[in-house]
């Protein structure tokens, strides 16, 4: 086979018999025919690679999505309370119960991200795919950035204006480092976050201690087995064109009665 780039451009199956023929068979042995071929395209190819994950974790930098992703999974991402620490999207397999679920922990997106602010928003791809996003609040970051509401509302434009269907996305947001926070705190915060993010479910967490995370981890994995099921279906229906909602349809032999 010969390659240009990343495209085939000749494959020489066609002309080498396989397995070989024996002695006997082999005929034009010294061809002296050709046919013509034809003349070949040539073009640059831009290829963009998505990573292929259940789950994706969105936030502000230093909401703690990096210390979630390594308390639920074996990955060893970089973790530091200063903006922008993960560079590049990291990938762990989360187990839950007796299901998993790949989980993909990707740089902290800034007010106009889409407009090139911070890291920018251009590795939003690699969430494309995923069938949930755990939207993590920084529960401490109050002084500096505003109300919890802000932050979550900042984020959700910048999906909002990526598109890719991120903004249609499930999601579940997670009110993050109840740990370090008293409890009237905790409640008042998730109040205001349940207003601002109904219907969708907001829950409490410690992706430090792990306080809350279980619960996160069911919603997550519920989201994604629903999101499987839905695509097997589909995909059984685009298979057979039939699907088991259908009514039933009538036999020949019954048709003729
Ligand atoms: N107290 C507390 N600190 C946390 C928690 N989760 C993350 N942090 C801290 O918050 C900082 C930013 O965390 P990181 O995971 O890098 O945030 P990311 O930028 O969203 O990936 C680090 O100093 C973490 O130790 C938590 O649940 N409780
Ligand atoms: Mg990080």
Request: net charge negative; with cysteine; glycine share 8%.
């Amino acid at each position: 086979m010969a390659w240009r780039g990343a495209r085939l451009v000749l494959d020489l199956k066609c002309v080498l018999p396989s397995p070989p023929a024996p002695p006997s068979a082999r005929t034009n042995r010294a061809p002296r025919q050709a046919t013509p071929g034809h003349p070949g395209a040539e073009r640059w190819l831009w290829l963009r690679l998505k990573l292929i994950a259940d789950a994706g974790l969105v936030g502000l930098p230093n909401a703690g999505k990096s210390t979630f992703l390594a308390t639920v999974s074996a990955a060893k991402p970089k973790i530091a309370d200063y903006p922008f620490t993960t560079l590049h999207p990291q990938l762990g397999v989360v187990a839950v119960d007796d299901r998993s679920l790949v989980l993909a922990d990707i740089p902290g997106l800034i007010e106009g991200a889409h407009e090139g602010h911070g890291v920018g928003d251009r590795f939003l791809g690699h969430i494309e795919r995923c069938s949930v996003l755990l939207h993590l609040i920084d529960g401490l970051a109050l002084e500096q950035d505003g109300d919890v509401v802000a932050a979550y509302r900042t984020i959700r434009e910048e999906l909002d204006a990526y598109g890719g269907g991120l903004a249609a996305k499930p999601e579940i947001i997670g009110l993050n480092k109840t740990d370090a926070l008293p409890e009237d705190d905790v409640q008042a915060k998730l109040a205001a976050l349940r207003e601002a993010a109904a219907p969708n479910p907001v829950l409490p967490l410690s992706a430090a201690t792990g306080q809350g995370v279980t619960a996160v981890l069911h919603a997550l994995a519920d989201q994604v087995d629903a999101e499987r099921r839905a695509r097997a279906e589909a995909a059984q229906h685009d298979r057979t064109g039939w699907s088991p909602l259908d009514p039933p349809r009538q036999r020949p032999a019954e048709a003729g009665k």
